[in-house]
């Protein structure tokens, strides 16, 4: 392989584990910004702070399970149309779906991250000079 593409996988490397490093941040104060607390009857991490894509996750949970109670285990196309929860169902909904997207968001970061550190090993070890194996000839 060429020097060229050894510093170019080096460069792209880089460039991805800063990009996955920056998305990750920009989610978690994007999320605690909005002074979020996993609800004291969730299933997992009840009353810490939604920062993160577990927290973020956990809290998805919970209001889906609020809402069912609210709503009779119906979902807002299954409501009629005049239904007072329609409205709540619809809130629901789209709560649930930011924080699965921020999940989601999470995940992208970390695989950017991991894969932007096996891309600049790559390109370190594509660089280093390969070694003849030794003369095994028998003189």
């Known amino acids: 392989m060429s ?3 050894s510093i170019s996988a080096v460069v792209v490397g880089i460039v991805m584990v800063i990009a996955g490093i920056v998305t990750w ?8 910004g909005q ?3 996993v609800s004291d009857d969730a299933g997992c991490l009840a009353g810490d702070e939604v920062n993160g894509p577990f927290s973020a996750f956990c809290q998805a949970e919970v209001i889906d399970k609020h809402t069912q109670e609210i709503t009779g285990g119906l979902t ?3 409501l009629d149309q005049d239904d007072p929860n329609r409205a709540t169902a619809m809130d629901s909904a789209f709560l649930q779906a930011s924080l699965f ?3 989601v968001a999470y995940g992208v970061a970390a695989l950017a991250f991991v894969l932007g550190i ?3 090993l790559l390109g370190f070890a594509l660089r280093s ?3 003849a194996p030794p003369d095994t ?3």
């Open 35 to 37: 002074k979020i607390t």
């Open 76 to 78: 807002y196309a299954e």
């Open 3 to 5: 020097r060229l593409a």
């Open 118 to 120: 096996v891309l600049t």
């Open 129 to 131: 000079p390969v070694r």
């Open 137 to 139: 000839a028998a003189t």
């Open 101 to 103: 997207t921020s999940v």
């Open 25 to 32: 941040v920009v989610i978690t104060n994007t999320l605690s």
